[in-house]
């Protein structure tokens, strides 16, 4: 609760309470939830319930030593203006169009009431695709139990991170493809109002100097390549869209490398827990253009020829382009990157991902961890999927313990 200043209120209580009317009894009121004054309840209380009894009503009633205001409320989210009155018996029922104008208010409150989901809240909501990435997520987010939605079911995990929370993910595996990642994101976040979004698993990526097989790529910006069009002449073009993180997400990101030394040994041999797979450099692992071709053998020589350096995976930013289709050919490739010169790895699931995190009245803080798994234009060792996999789950437990998301330090917010 605040004042019209804006600052924290105090009060004695904050009571939720229903009211129906009983034949023999009159009006009956049962408190479902109460809390006493503490700073970080200023402005939001949520809670869930479902009204079993048609005829009953839900109330919110602030009280302030022997002063009183009640206020009928309804699923959603509200924000109302209060005044506390003389405290009575009954306490005051304020008529269901009331309004109270802001220059005669002591102060504004703001709640959310959603009807019952059934299912527990979480601070997190991971998102995986294909079983092997499944697996390694669940490897480091251990389950203690599970719980069904309408249409999935959850894996619940609670961990403490190193600055003494302690956090509650919730891991679901959804089918593969933009359309059911959304759908996925969707119930996921209808459904257990998680403070953070994270899709984890591996996308294929450029051939590239800086990074290459085995690293983690986390997004930057989301690029959506999931509409296009066949011209005349059989070429295709491409009606792109971008969108950027949410600025929670997006300095955690921009500091991947400042904050390094936070994310402990998510790299190390014992972390990801499989050994590097092996690279053949053999022409016939290379498709493609001959350029292309000559393109990609000098970007994996440098980590896998004679004369590469071996090291263990890193992590880097960068933009990751979605589309429809699994990427292998560099030739379609090649026209993304005429739309969209900065692409630094493809996958089939984020555009979707984000456009749920966006369907809400805020923007729910969204974040992408993808091993890469593929270099376009190269065939690899089949390992490379399971390893790839272990290092985007690697690296996600580590951020995720890491303190640096603010949006996990906050109270709940009201993103809906």
């Known amino acids: 609760m605040v004042g019209l200043d804006g600052q924290p209120l105090p009060f004695d209580f904050l009571r939720i309470k229903t009211s129906s009317q009983h034949p023999e009894r009159g009006t009956v009121f049962s408190d479902l939830g109460e809390s006493t004054y503490a700073e970080e309840n200023a402005g939001i209380y949520k809670f869930q319930y479902k009204l079993k009894n048609p005829n009953a009503s839900v109330w919110a009633s602030i009280e302030r030593g022997e002063r009183q205001s009640m206020q009928r409320i309804t699923p959603g989210l509200h924000e109302y203006y209060f005044r506390f009155e003389e405290k009575s018996a009954e306490g005051r029922h304020a008529p269901l169009d009331e309004t109270l104008p802001k220059e005669l ?18 601070d997190i909501g991971i998102i995986t695709m294909k079983p092997e990435e499944f697996r390694a997520v669940l490897k480091r987010f251990v389950p203690s139990h599970t719980a069904d939605g309408q ?6 995990c609670k961990f403490p991170d190193n600055v003494g929370r302690e956090l509650t993910a919730a891991i679901v595996r959804s089918p593969q493809s933009d359309l059911n990642a959304f759908h996925t994101a969707m119930e996921l976040i209808r ?7 994270v899709l984890v698993g591996i996308a294929g990526g450029r051939p590239a100097g800086e990074f290459t097989l085995g690293d983690v790529v986390v997004a930057s910006r989301m690029i959506n390549l999931t509409v296009d069009a066949a011209n005349p002449d059989g070429s295709r073009g491409y009606a792109t869209s971008a969108s950027e993180l949410h600025p929670d ?5 921009l500091n991947l490398e400042g904050d390094a ?3 402990g040994d998510w790299n190390s041999a014992a972390s990801i827990s499989m050994e590097r797979p092996r690279v053949s450099l053999a022409k016939r692992n290379f498709k493609g253009p001959e350029d292309w071709k000559v393109k990609t053998r000098d970007a994996l ?3 896998f020829g004679k ?3 071996d090291r263990q995976p890193i992590v880097v930013d960068g933009p990751i382009a979605s589309g429809s289709t699994l990427m292998k050919d560099p030739k379609v490739f090649r026209r993304w990157q005429d739309v969209a010169r900065d692409i630094m790895a493809v996958d089939m699931e984020i555009v979707g991902v984000f456009e749920a995190c966006r369907k809400g009245r805020y923007l729910l803080p969204t974040l992408v961890v993808r091993g890469i798994s593929d270099i376009i234009g190269f065939s690899r060792d089949d390992k490379w999927t399971d390893y790839a996999c272990e290092t985007a789950a690697a690296f996600t437990k580590a951020l995720l313990v890491s303190g640096t998301i603010p949006t996990l330090g906050r109270p709940r917010a009201d993103l809906f």
């Not at 208010?105 to 979480?122: E, F």
């Not at 459904?191 to 979004?197: G, K, S, T």
């Not at 997400?249 to 990101?253: I, K, L, T, Y």
């Open 105 to 122: 208010a002591d102060g504004a409150a703001s709640y959310r009431y959603d009807s019952d989901t059934g299912v527990p809240s979480a």
């Open 151 to 156: 249409t999935l079911r959850y894996n619940f």
């Open 249 to 253: 997400v997006e300095r955690v990101v």
């Open 301 to 303: 020589a440098k980590y």
């Open 307 to 309: 004369d590469g350096r």
């Open 191 to 197: 459904e257990l109002r998680p403070r953070l979004v």
């Open 261 to 263: 030394a936070r994310y």
